[in-house]
């Protein structure tokens, strides 16, 4: 069974920044495809970034700018950057790894809310 533990969210004022952390409890040499999503009240669940094991990186139209996803392979560890938070970016953030072999899980979610 895979854990993720998120850490780092919270609230925010629009125009600051935040950064997620997603430990997890296997390596990502068992991970294809890193990546993180979110989900607003009454809104279906979205990708925000994700990461291959390659390297190569994907984000939401909304967030290109303003987010990084990152890992450290050393600390079994994925970040994702946010920068210039703006009133809509508020959902619950959850981390997702995907393995051929591994499966796919999730994180429980953490709650990040940009407000004034």
């Known amino acids: 069974q895979v854990q993720l533990v998120e850490s780092g969210g919270g609230l925010v004022q629009p125009g600051g920044s935040l950064r997620l952390s997603c430990a997890t409890s296997v390596s990502f040499f068992s991970i294809d495809v890193t990546g993180w999503y979110r989900q607003a009240p009454g809104s279906q669940r979205e990708l925000v970034a994700s990461?291959?094991?390659?390297?190569?990186?994907n984000y939401a139209d909304s967030v290109k700018g303003r987010f990084a996803i990152s890992r450290d392979n050393a600390k079994n560890t994925v970040y994702l950057q946010m920068n210039n938070l703006k009133p809509e970016d508020t959902a619950v953030y959850f981390c997702?790894?995907?393995?051929?072999?591994?499966?796919?899980?999730w994180g429980q979610g953490i709650q990040v809310t940009v407000s004034s």
């Open positions: 997702n790894v995907n393995g051929r072999r591994l499966g796919t899980y």
């Open positions: 990461m291959s094991s390659g390297g190569n990186t």
